[in-house]
């Protein structure tokens, strides 16, 4: 079955630096998506990427999804406290599959 | 504006007592999915239903049951609550594509005692 892995586990930072998240699946990806969750809440919503290749930004945030479709990176540029939370990727089982598999999060803390 | 509710947000319950988490979305979204979020598990799969009267299992799913009668709500039962079963449980919509994004509930924390 597919799963997913991210590294690293948890990750802490000073505000104003710049850090890399990686998610990386056993099969190749049909879409692959970033939630970002607080201590306490719900997952938000990121982005969504679907093509090899493919780069989306949001504000200070980055995701790319390699050629192949296997792994894709988070990048934060200058993080801020607010950016603090733990990150999951998720993706589709299957090209019809409607059903998600997660990876295990990766926790990151920013220092003021 | 459209959205994904849970309740109750926090429940305290008793080992074998039956117990209901709501989960209600006004997305109009056919695809509703239950998952339990522990530490060192991540988020499993509980129960997930593609539209009314549809529901199926997930990878965790003993112990749990869902009825899809309408488009906006999945509730989760727990038959007989079992401490195992304390977690946070996040109800998740999404549209009919498989690669549809899937929007996320705030969350419901039980406690089994």
């Known amino acids: 079955s597919q799963e997913l892995e991210q590294s690293p586990q948890s990750l802490i930072v000073q505000e104003g630096k710049n850090l890399t998240i990686n998610c990386t699946s056993s099969?190749?990806?049909?879409?692959l998506y970033w939630y970002k969750q607080k201590y306490g809440e719900g997952l938000i919503f990121l982005m969504m990427?679907?093509?090899?290749?493919e780069e989306k930004s949001h504000e200070k945030i980055t995701a790319k999804l390699d050629e192949k479709k296997q792994q894709s990176s988070l990048h934060i540029t200058a993080s801020q406290p607010s950016h603090a939370g733990i990150y999951l990727c998720?993706?589709?089982?299957?090209?019809?599959?409607?059903?998600?598999?997660f990876g295990p999060g990766t926790r990151l803390s920013v220092l003021p | 504006d459209a959205e994904i509710t849970q309740s109750p947000r926090h429940k305290i319950t008793e080992t074998g007592r039956q117990v209901t988490l709501a989960c209600h979305q006004t997305?109009?979204?056919?695809?509703m999915f239950w998952y339990r979020q522990d530490l060192g598990h991540g988020l499993r799969l509980i129960h997930y239903?593609?539209?009314?009267?549809?529901?199926n299992k997930g990878e965790v799913s003993d112990g749990y049951s869902v009825s899809r009668s309408n488009t906006e709500d999945l509730p989760l039962t727990l038959e007989s609550a079992a401490s195992s079963q304390t977690s946070v449980y996040f109800c998740?919509?999404?549209?009919?594509?498989?690669?549809?994004?899937?929007?996320f509930g705030p969350g419901t924390r039980l406690t089994v005692l």
């Open positions: 998740a919509s999404s549209d009919l594509r498989s690669t549809d994004t899937q929007y």
């Open positions: 099969k190749t990806l049909y879409g």
């Open positions: 990427l679907q093509k090899g290749g």
């Open positions: 998720g993706a589709p089982k299957g090209s019809y599959g409607q059903n998600f598999v």
């Open positions: 997305w109009n979204h056919n695809n």
């Open positions: 239903s593609y539209g009314v009267h549809d529901t």
